[in-house]
């Protein structure tokens, strides 16, 4: 009894802090570092392309649809779905690359899991998602609970008190429907895998806990930990505990009103570099629970045409990757499947990846992180959205502000990428140059990039002519050269010539070939002419003035149903340097050898 009134009152005191489900709640980082309980595995699903289980047949929102998630047990009674005994699918993954009949499948899947939880004093819970393609409306025990847009970025619900000791249900729906309006639109290059894409949790918190915090080395100052922590409660003004055991930092901050506190820290770790990836153990934590981390300190700058990582000059040796596993092409989600992709990544000489063209999952950008290499992360402003429409504004700041949240520790991530190839013109300057602007609020430490295009100003001389590189710290761009413009020879004839003192990073170059295809070097789809294309650019490239980096398109070949040359491409885009089998093309080689020489370079 005196639990259930201590409990009554702990329920209310975080319903007046006004944290209580409806909406998504505010993002909890490092879900990780947390107590959390997964909800992975298999759950059932309703296929449902004409979303009855949510509008009725005048197609207004109905009150008892599939969210309400009932079993039949009176056969009287007339229910025409049943969760139960319908098909299943596995969390996390994709549904095309699980069920046959899914594979071009775009709208609504139904999921529900039921599992079993046991409610616990002064305790709050929060439901964890890491992703989920691209819409997902959540009901928990049958109450809608809240809504999220966006195929890539975490989002979690506050459900303290609203599970119950037992039994419990959760139903997700999930629409992957493309949409003109939304971020990315309808059109782009890569397969639009639908379902609950990354894992799910329910995490488990004190009622006041640490919720947010952002702990790295001040701006170009290699003595100075900067950095703040959040607070989420009903006591904000608890005192916080920061500590680095490995750098003797152990130290108390007592936060404002809102639970916010700045700090600086006087250190001098050992930095953290591709060569060396030093990360430290780190405890934030309030009365006794910790939020545990592991951070890495590095200053990015750049100065000139360079890139200087801690100071010194950098070149980025990359490559692009998409969120495709490895050898069985559906979207990745597992660490074994990152780690091979980043091995191949070593492998070729890089010490940079380009995470197109949406935040990967964050155990990628960790796991990138120990194995010493750089990211430019990006979000799904891709070719040509509606610039001029507010809402899809909203969209892609949400989508930039919820990646930077999620990572903004992690050392290895340098560049912030706001869009690829988008095409010129007043309403989309604003609307990037106010994502520029939003994103160096969120985060002033890292540079902003956006991969651009290029133009021939004259035959044989290139550039990039673009307003958007004002308001860049990169001159970063797509070419291809000897694919989309020209034969490989072309690469032969070609200058570079550039107005702005920036780093030039190539985003991507390449074309594509059939694993083991033999033939002409001017014969498309051919490893020759990749290979041919590769030694050519990267001649190229040596007559670059100003180049600090390149990421070729692509590590692997990767699904996409713009790709129907049939025993060709077979639905693959084949510009990767690695097959969607695993075998490397003889392109993988010809960078491997260009990479190996600049390592030495750079010494
Ligand atoms: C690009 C796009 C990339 C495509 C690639 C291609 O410029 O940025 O998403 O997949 O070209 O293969 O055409």
Redesign the pocket.
Known sequence: MKNTIKNVLFLLAITLAGTVAAQTTPQIINIEGRKTISLDGIWRTIVDPFENGYYDYRRQPIKNGYGADKDIVDKSVLQEYNFSTDRTLSVPGDWNTQRPELYYYEGTVWYRNRFQYEVKDNKRVFLYFGAVNYEAIVFVNGKEIGQHVGGFTPFNFEVTGLLKTGENSLVVKVDNKRMLDAVPTLN???WNYGGITRQVKLVETPATFVRDYYVQLKKNDKSIINGWIQLDGDQLNKAVRIEIPELKISQQFTPNAKGYVAFELKAKPTLWTPENPKLYGINISVDDEAVTDEIGFRTIETKGTQVLLNGKPVFLRGICIHEEAPFRNGRAYSKEEDITLLQWAKEMGCNFVRL??YPHNEQMIRQAERMGILVWSEIPV?WTIQWGNQETYKNAEAQLTDMITRDKNRSNIIIWSIA??TPHGAERLDFLSRLAAKTRELDPGRLVGA?MEKVELKPGVMTVNDDLSKVMDVLSF?E?VGW?DGLPEKCDRVNWTFTDSKPIIIT?F?G?ALYGLQGGKTDRFTEDYQEDLYIRSVNMFKRIPGLAGTTP??LKDFR?PRRQLRDMQDDF?R?GVISDKGEKKRAFYVMKKWYDELKKQYK
């Open positions: 782009f290059d890569w197109a063209h891709y690829n190839e991969a797509n291809y989309y991507e390449g594509e398109w692509i996409s885009n510009k």
